[in-house]
C-alpha cells in the first residue's frame, strides 16, 4: 500500500480518485499488503485519517495470511492452535494471536519472521537460529521483501534480508506467505469471487507484482 496509494502520510496522486471510481462502481476491491506490522483496523484508521472511508474488511495483511489462511500450514497443520517464536510487529503478534498461536522462547512449533520490529536485534535472531537448529522449529516469513523505504528515502532492511540471514545460517529453506506467494493471490480471488481473468493486481514492486501476475 505504501507506494501505491499513499506513501507516508501523503495520498499520492489520483489515489482518492482512484478508490473512489472503485466504490462508486461497485467494484470488488481489496487492499493486500506485504507489511504485517499493522492490523487491518490500523490500515482502515490510517486511510481514513488521509480521506479514504474504507471498510477494515478490504485490507488483508502478509501476517493475517500466515496465521489465518487455511492454505497455509500454521492453521492446516494446528488447526487448535500451536506455539510460535515471532520477530516482527505488534500486527503480527495479533494477527497469530487471533489464529491460537501463543507466543513461546522455549521450544516453539514455528519460527515467524515478518516486517520490521523492535525485536529484530541481534539477540532475537540469534535466538531463532537457536529454536531453529536445536529445537527444530519451522521457518515462516509473511513476505520475501528484501527491503522498504521510509519517507525520507531511507532504505529499511525488510522479512527477506531477515530471513535470508537465517536460512543460511541454518540451512533450512523458509516457507513464505506473502506476495508474489500464490496463497496470497488464491485468497485474493476467493475473497473477491472472481476468476483470474477478471482480477488485476496494481502494484510498485517489480520483485513482488510482476512475478505475481503470472501466476
Keep these: 500500500m505504501d507506494g501505491v496509494i499513499y506513501h ?6 489520483g489515489a482518492s480518485d482512484f478508490v473512489n471510481w472503485l466504490q462508486k462502481e461497485n467494484k470488488k476491491y481489496l487492499f493486500l499488503t506485504n507489511n504485517s506490522t499493522p492490523t487491518p483496523k490500523e490500515l482502515r ?15 488483508y495483511t502478509s501476517g493475517t495470511l500466515c496465521s489465518r489462511c487455511p492454505e497455509v500450514f500454521l492453521q492446516s497443520q494446528k488447526p487448535n492452535g500451536g506455539t510460535v517464536y515471532s520477530l516482527g510487529g505488534p ?8 489464529a491460537g498461536f501463543t507466543q513461546s522462547t ?16 541481534f539477540e532475537g535472531m540469534q535466538k531463532a537460529l537457536s ?13 520475501p521483501d528484501s527491503n ?16 535470508a540471514a537465517l536460512e ?23 475473497y473477491l469471487g472472481l476468476p483470474k481473468e477478471d482480477t488485476c493486481i496494481i502494484g510498485d514492486r517489480m520483485d513482488t507484482v510482476s512475478v505475481v501476475k503470472h501466476i
Design 8 to 13: 507516508g502520510a501523503q495520498l499520492l496522486p
Design 148 to 163: 522498504g523505504v521510509k519517507e525520507n528515502g531511507e532504505c529499511v532492511l525488510g522479512a527477506g534480508a531477515f530471513l
Design 106 to 121: 522455549e521450544k516453539p512449533d514455528y519460527v515467524v519472521v515478518g516486517t520490521e520490529g523492535s525485536t529484530h536485534s
Design 168 to 190: 543460511l545460517a541454518s540451512g533450512k529453506k523458509a516457507f513464505v506467505c506473502g506476495k508474489p506467494s500464490s496463497l496470497m493471490m488464491a485468497f485474493a480471488q476467493s
Design 45 to 59: 484508521e490510517k486511510l481514513l485519517k488521509l480521506g479514504l472511508d474504507i471498510p477494515a474488511e478490504n485490507f
Design 131 to 143: 529454536l531453529i537448529t536445536k529445537d527444530n522449529a519451522k521457518l515462516i516469513g509473511t513476505n
Design 91 to 98: 500486527g503480527l503478534t495479533y494477527a497469530l494471536y487471533e
